[in-house]
Nanobody, 126 residues
Framework: QVHVVESGGGLVQAGGSLRLSCVVF????????LAWFRQAPGKDREFVSA????????TYADSVKGRFTIPGDIAKNTVYLEMNSLKPEDTAVYYC???????????????????WGQGTQVTVSS
């Protein structure tokens, strides 16, 4: 069993920065793919970024590319989401997700992930 726990959300002004953390507990070998999703009120859950634990391969949604990065610390079973140049439209609940395997073409689909955290709120004021 795998548990993921997010932290680091908060309120920030537009143009500011935040760093979210996601710690993986349990059978960390079942968490080869780690991703961040977000969900704003009234909207579907949206892919933000993902990373492979083994090779550190990353991918980003176009809406965050160049502003967000997803560094990982395998020794700490932790993945981060470093968010810069934040915009009001980045306001959402951010979720960390994990799975042991998936097809790369499915990496942006929420249904590809087996384990989810409880979410952390990020609010960007204008």
């Amino acid at each position: 069993q795998v548990h993921v726990v997010e932290s680091g959300g908060g309120l920030v002004q537009a143009g500011g920065s935040l760093r979210l953390s996601c710690v993986v507990f349990g059978r960390t070998t079942d968490a080869d793919f780690l991703a961040w999703f977000r969900q704003a009120p009234g909207k579907d859950r949206e892919f933000v970024s993902a990373i492979t634990r083994s090779g550190g391969i990353t991918t980003y949604a176009d809406s965050v590319k160049g502003r967000f990065t997803i560094p990982g610390d395998i020794a700490k079973n932790t993945v981060y989401l470093e968010m810069n140049s934040l915009k009001p439209e980045d306001t959402a609940v951010y979720y960390c997700a994990a799975t042991s395997k998936l097809r790369w073409v499915d990496i942006r689909a929420p249904t590809s992930y087996d384990y989810w955290g409880q979410g952390t709120q990020v609010t960007v004021s204008s």
